[in-house]
Nanobody, 124 residues
Framework: QVQLVESGGGLVQAGGSLRLSCAAS????????MGWFRQAPGKEREFVAT????????VYADSVKGRFTISRDNAKSTLYLQMNSLKPEDTAVYYC?????????????????WGQGTQVTVSS
């Protein structure tokens, strides 16, 4: 099984940037489609971005398109989320997740491995 550990969250002012990292260990990282999800208080966990096993294909939620960039370094078994032009509505706990499929997916139920989450707070 793969284990996932997120880092890089914090408090930032609106308009600022953060880069989240997700370090994977255990099973071969390249076996997995990877994704970022987020959950704000009182809300359902929602899709943010996903990336294919090679890194050549990415999909974003409309709410973050043009501001966030998902990437992966397979040599380092690490997933990233570069977040720019942050807004207060981006405030949430951010989770990385892994899925064993062959195609990227936005469906959280297709991801079976999750990290513990990292808090991102954007002040206005």
């Amino acid at each position: 099984q793969v284990q996932l550990v997120e880092s890089g969250g914090g408090l930032v002012q609106a308009g600022g940037s953060l880069r989240l990292s997700c370090a994977a260990s255990g099973r071969t990282f390249t076996w997995y489609i990877m994704g970022w999800f987020r959950q704000a208080p009182g809300k359902e966990r929602e899709f943010v971005a996903t990336i294919s096993r090679s890194g050549g294909n990415t999909v974003y939620a409309d709410s973050v398109k043009g501001r966030f960039t998902i990437s992966r370094d397979n040599a380092k078994s690490t997933l990233y989320l570069q977040m720019n032009s942050l807004k207060p509505e981006d405030t949430a706990v951010y989770y990385c997740a892994a899925a064993r499929g062959t195609m990227v997916t936005t469906n959280k139920y297709e991801y079976d491995k999750w990290g513990q989450g990292t808090q991102v707070t954007v002040s206005s």
